[in-house]
């Protein structure tokens, strides 16, 4: 019964990273913007660190952005330089200003971001980017005895299981 409630999670865990990565994906272009990140459309004057983003109207919501994460990748360069992607596979951000209009990109990154995932001589890169959500959800499943009928028959299923989503970790126990 043990092993039917792991790849019963696995299976679940397998599907929720499957549905929830390939609805939301969105391609882009990135710039990067240079300190001081300070005064921000959406915090004032509150540091935020320097995985941070600007957003240009195509994601800045009337100011709904503020606060929301993003899950950056460099898909290639916007010219014939060559590739400027980096080893780094994606960055995620958090949206503390906007990019006004005339913006060069989807989103302004930080220089710190931006060199993370791609060579800052670029500029100017291409993206695939979606919102990150840090999702959690906690399922647990007691024991218990439930009788089916069967063919005339009664069976006893007994489910244990624990599932843990957490962003794109799953555990299961």
Not at 63 to 68: F, I, K, L, S
Not at 91 to 111: A, F, N, R
Request: charged share 15%.
């Amino acid at each position: 019964m043990a092993k039917l409630s792991i790849l019963l999670c696995i299976a679940i865990a397998f599907m929720l990273n499957f549905t929830l990565r390939e609805v939301v994906a969105h391609t882009g272009t990135a710039t990067f913007y240079t300190p001081p990140y300070v005064p921000s459309a959406c915090n004032g004057y509150q540091k935020d660190g320097v995985m941070i983003a600007a957003a240009s109207d195509a994601i800045w919501d009337d100011g709904a952005a503020c606060g929301r994460k993003y899950k950056v990748k460099c898909t290639g360069a916007t010219n014939q330089s060559p590739h400027p992607c980096r080893g780094k596979k994606y960055v995620v951000v958090k949206v503390v200003d906007y990019c006004p209009s005339g913006c060069e990109g989807t989103i302004d990154l930080s220089q710190e971001a931006f060199a993370s995932i791609a060579d800052p001589d670029a500029g100017k890169i291409k993206i695939s980017f979606h919102q990150y959500v840090n999702l959690i959800i906690n399922l647990s499943i007691q024991e218990h005895d439930i009788s089916l009928a069967d063919m005339g028959r009664n069976m006893a299923v007994g489910l244990i299981g624990i599932f843990n989503f957490r962003s794109e970790s799953y555990v299961c126990g």
